[in-house]
């Protein structure tokens, strides 16, 4: 981990994971889940269509979901983790649980009033 800046190769997956809904996206779809695109949407509140789609699409370029066309009327898209997408779970389990951990922390460091000095 004792690496020059520019070879810090934690920057190649955060510009593939990063941004404020590709996280909730993959936790969303993390659990072995099918979702359809509204499903998904529902379950990320505050995300737009338009965004959604955008986030949806550039993790699609990058292989870590895949989108399913069932050829039907009206067509119902599906959207679900690939095999290799997956390899990013431990990471993506590791955060929820520091995350889950440091809100802990901040709260019982919150309830504490300031002593007077």
Known sequence: ?????ERCL???TL???SGKWKMMILFQLMPESTLRF???KKRIPGITQRVLTKQLRELEQEDI???RIYPEIPPRVEYSVT???R???PILTLLHEWGEAHLTRKERRDSVEPELT
């Not at 981990?1 to 800046?5: D, V």
């Open 10 to 12: 934690v920057n190649s």
């Open 65 to 67: 979901i895949e989108r």
């Open 83 to 85: 095999e290799y997408g």
């Open 87 to 89: 390899t990013l779970q």
């Open 15 to 17: 510009d593939i994971i």
């Open 38 to 40: 509204n499903e998904l």
């Open 1 to 5: 981990m004792n690496q020059p800046a």
